[in-house]
T-cell receptor, first 112, second 112 residues
Framework: DVKVTQSSRYLVKRTGEKVFLECVQDMDHENMFWYRQDPGLGLRLIYFSYDVKMKEKGDIPEGYSVSREKKERFSLILESASTNQTSMYLC???????????FGPGTRLTVL | GNSVTQMEGPVTLSEEAFLTINCTYTATGYPSLFWYVQYPGEGLQLLLKATKADDKGSNKGFEATYRKETTSFHLEKGSVQVSDSAVYFCALANFGNEKLTFGTGTRLTIIP
């Protein structure tokens, strides 16, 4: 079974802090994704990565950056956290050429 | 661009009731269609999918038929159980496009 893990289930940070959210997949998938999930808005794509060191902006990249130095790991970075970034963050991975994405359990981030 | 519209929630049903969650979409070409489910405290899991018109996806007693003429992919189950309580997301992806477009999600609660 594909396993996608995220470094924390719950995280509380202060405004202005730099925040790192880590995601690891164990199935050698080329593509990885970061979404945020908010009530009434569904899932919105922040960034995705086709392969190592490659990244593309999604629909709401402002205030975020990403890093993919190794195939199995995709990091989401909040350079200076703000209260409007309080959300559930979901990571997903996908084998290239296939549509199905596999999701991690999510990180609920609260920015105070 | 692509968009997915799904039934507003929350939906509350009694055990063994019939379930329908409506989903309609707008997309260019011939997208693949998906239903994902999110159980409490977990990430999203693929429930079922259909890749071409008139295909029926099915899993765990749930079914959805890809209706190109009505651009719909409604989720149905004949007899729901308490364990079906979750948030359900309809999504689409165009062939060759890595990105999924999600609906806003429908929260389903089944009462004994």
């Amino acid at each position: 079974d594909v396993k996608v893990t995220q470094s924390s289930r719950y995280l509380v940070k202060r405004t202005g802090e730099k925040v790192f959210l880590e995601c690891v997949q164990d199935m050698d998938h080329e593509n990885m994704f970061w979404y945020r999930q908010d009530p009434g808005l569904g899932l919105r794509l922040i960034y995705f990565s086709y392969d190592v060191k490659m990244k593309e902006k999604g629909d709401i990249p402002e205030g975020y950056s990403v890093s993919r130095e190794k195939k199995e790991r995709f990091s989401l970075i909040l350079e200076s956290a703000s209260t409007n970034q309080t959300s559930m963050y979901l990571c997903a991975s996908r084998l290239g050429g296939h549509n199905e994405q596999f999701f991690g359990p999510g990180t609920r981030l609260t920015v105070l | 661009g692509n968009s997915v519209t799904q039934m507003e929630g929350p939906v509350t049903l009694s055990e063994e009731a019939f379930l329908t969650i409506n989903c309609t979409y707008t997309a260019t070409g011939y997208p693949s269609l998906f239903w994902y489910v999110q159980y409490p405290g977990e990430g999203l899991q693929l429930l079922l999918k259909a890749t071409k018109a008139d295909d029926k996806g099915s899993n765990k007693g749930f079914e959805a038929t890809y209706r190109k003429e009505t651009t719909s992919f409604h989720l149905e189950k004949g007899s729901v159980q308490v364990s079906d309580s979750a948030v359900y997301f309809c999504a689409l992806a165009n062939f060759g496009n890595e990105k999924l477009t999600f609906g806003t999600g429908t929260r389903l609660t089944i009462i004994p």
